[in-house]
């Protein structure tokens, strides 16, 4: 080892967040958020979840529709 890497002190620390920086924060946050545009997150699920039953019941139709052709007129009538 060095002479000098005895003789460096170690950084201090950046001063503590305070109270009042903390409390900052969290106004500012809270305005940001009442900012952005409003967002329903309720109507994207239900968008979500009416497409996912939208392509189950395409899915299940085109199945049937190809199962009947094959088997014949049996399962058509």
Do not use: F, W
């Not at 305070?18 to 699920?45: F, I």
Request: hydrophobic share 40%; charged share 20%; proline share 5%.
């Amino acid at each position: 080892m060095h002479a000098r890497e005895h003789e460096r002190k170690p950084v201090p620390c950046t001063r503590a967040r305070s109270s009042v920086a903390d409390a900052t924060s969290v106004r500012n946050a809270a305005a940001v958020r009442k900012t952005e545009s409003p967002k329903a997150h309720s109507v994207g699920h239900n968008r979500q979840l009416l497409n996912l039953i939208g392509y189950a019941i395409m899915v299940n139709s085109l199945a049937l529709l190809e199962a009947s052709q094959r088997a014949g007129p049996m399962l058509a009538a």
